[in-house]
T-cell receptor, first 115, second 111 residues
Framework: GAGVSQTPSNKVTEKGKYVELRCDPI?????LYWYRQSLGQGPEFLIY????????DSGLPNDRFFAVRPEGSVSTLKIQRTERGDSAVYLC?????????????FGPGTRLTVL | TQLLEQSPQFLSIQEGENLTVYCNSS?????LQWYRQEPGEGPVLLVT?????EVKKLKRLTFQFGDARKDSSLHITAAQPGDTGLYLC???????????FGKGTRLSVIA
């Protein structure tokens, strides 16, 4: 597609459940990022992929959060045993390796609500 | 930990007024980006500044990167209701490293 797409756009779940959020980056972009944006805040980094491997996962808040990118394109962010504090907008971005200005292009986000 | 402080946090002005938004850090960044975000959407890139002292213009928006590459400003001339939104600055270090975002400035332009 022309831009970064994310599904679902909204997800409501109950405390303790497992959720998966999907990101489809711009075709040809090798770098993929996940950010989390809470109400009234700027996005906060979670994890960054270069190709299939996680180059930096220092932003993941705890071991309930995990992300994969098995074929170097689509990525899935997985959250186990969800908590109310996980409620936020989860944003995905991609960028082209070697781009001089390393611009990141964002998807519309998935709004996660944990009841 | 690198932090970016944005000010003001909220700004409500009348159509036609000018405004400046500031983005400050104690850390040096290799580049800084400004984004605009509307409700229910992801941030949209407005500009990237790379060189200390660099000034870029995008129609009525003027972006400046500080000489020391630690701060930046966004100036809007003759604001219009269509400028309403959340303006985010984000710093990046070398390589394809993650962005460090400020908390944003929520701008409301009243007709």
């Amino acid at each position: 597609g022309a831009g970064v797409s994310q599904t679902p756009s909204n997800k409501v779940t109950e405390k303790g459940k497992y959720v998966e959020l999907r990101c489809d980056p711009i075709s040809g972009h090798t770098a993929l990022y996940w950010y989390r944006q809470s109400l009234g805040q700027g996005p906060e980094f979670l994890i960054y992929f270069q190709g299939t491997g996680a180059a930096d996962d220092s932003g993941l808040p705890n071991d309930r959060f995990f992300a994969v990118r098995p074929e170097g394109s689509v990525s899935t962010l997985k959250i186990q045993r969800t908590e109310r504090g996980d409620s936020a907008v989860y944003l995905c971005a991609s960028s082209l390796q070697g781009s001089l200005r390393r611009e990141q292009f964002f998807g519309p986000g998935t709004r996660l609500t944990v009841l | 930990t690198q932090l970016l402080e944005q000010s003001p946090q909220f700004l409500s002005i009348q159509e036609g007024e000018n405004l400046t938004v500031y983005c400050n850090s104690s850390s040096v960044f290799s580049s800084l980006q400004w984004y605009r975000q509307e409700p229910g959407e992801g941030p949209v890139l407005l500009v990237t500044v790379v060189t200390g002292g660099e000034v870029k213009k995008l129609k009525r928006l003027t972006f400046q990167f500080g000489d020391a590459r630690k701060d930046s400003s966004l100036h809007i001339t003759a604001a219009q209701p269509g400028d309403t939104g959340l303006y985010l600055c984000a710093g990046m270090n070398s390589g394809n490293t993650p962005l460090v975002f400020g908390k944003g400035t929520r701008l409301s332009v009243i007709a």
